[in-house]
């Protein structure tokens, strides 16, 4: 299966590939109508535009920094995941969008969050590690989403299969996630001058969360590729997932169409193998 991730209206309804993903809500803050039929994205925690104004909402380190898109390391802005009103309006958001994509899903980074609410709830819960206490406050968010989605959940992952560091790094406990969504999206974008490492993160995917009841999604990045260097990288994580989307602009549609056309006739000229 293959498509497109775009926040562009226009594109969106062009129904290139099989599925689209639309940017509904990004970390910018910027909020978008959802589409009708898409694969609606959804920016959990990150929201520059509300710790820009509200800055006493962003997550907090054990120093005291906070996760602003000004901050070293951090390239938007993020709410504290245990903040019961950006929660609320957040889940009221999901549930009104059909199939839906969770972004920005996790905490933004192992020193997150220690503000005197995740200080409190902490010490009132049974956990005396915080990272599980740190993946029972992430997954119970994913079971509160799905529990209002009347269509299919898929997770958006930190691009980093190996085995315990999405736990740690951000909450994000694939087999605990896994009764509450349909499938998982790892995105893997960059310039692709030197794609070998595209073909080892989706190597590692593959085998990290090839057990688990869910589709995986790898997301690649079309901006600025041509043809046949993105069809290369297609080819190289196909084996590792069961769909593949572009993230694409509107310059970028013709080169994604040509992809699709000539992976999706790779496709029906293998030769069937009898089993």
């Known amino acids: 299966m293959y498509g497109i991730l775009t ?24 909020r978008r109508e959802p589409i009708p039929g898409a694969v609606n994205a959804v920016a959990c925690w990150g929201d520059t535009g ?9 997550a907090v380190a054990a120093d005291g920094s906070r996760a602003t898109p000004d901050a070293e390391g951090h390239h938007w802005g993020t709410v504290c995941p245990t903040d019961p009103d950006y929660r609320d309006p957040l889940l009221e958001r ?5 199939d839906v994509r969770l972004t920005t899903l996790g905490f933004p980074g192992d020193a997150f969050c220690r503000c005197s609410r995740c200080e409190e709830r902490f010490a009132r819960s049974e956990r005396t590690s915080r990272e599980d206490w740190r993946a029972d406050a992430i997954t119970e968010f994913v079971a ?15 691009p980093d299969p ?23 999206l790892v995105p893997l974008c960059g310039d692709y001058g030197t794609p070998y490492w595209v073909e080892s993160l989706a190597r590692g995917f593959g ?57 999706t006739e790779a496709a029906e000229s293998r030769p069937v193998v009898a089993r």
């Not at 999901?94 to 059909?98: K, L, P």
């Not at 190996?162 to 349909?182: C, K, M, Q, S, T």
């Not at 590792?240 to 080169?255: E, I, L, N, S, W």
């Open 7 to 30: 926040s562009d209206v226009g594109l969106a309804r062009e129904g290139v590939g099989d599925v689209t993903h639309f940017l509904a809500d990004g970390v910018d803050g910027r």
């Open 50 to 58: 509300t710790v820009r104004e509200e800055p006493e909402r962003a």
């Open 94 to 98: 999901i549930e009104r969008v059909g």
């Open 144 to 158: 509160a989403a799905a529990a209002r989605v009347d269509g299919d959940v898929l997770a958006t992952l930190y």
């Open 162 to 184: 190996y085995p315990g560091n999405l736990r740690e790094r951000a909450g994000l406990d694939p087999r605990a996630l896994e009764p509450h969504v349909d499938g998982f």
């Open 207 to 263: 085998a990290e969360l090839g057990e688990l009841d869910a589709d995986v999604t790898v997301q690649l990045s079309a901006d600025g590729a041509d043809a046949d260097r993105l069809e290369d990288v297609t080819r190289m994580v196909e084996p590792h997932g069961d769909a593949v989307v572009y993230g694409t602009f509107p310059d970028d549609a013709a080169t994604v169409r040509e992809v699709i056309r000539r992976r």
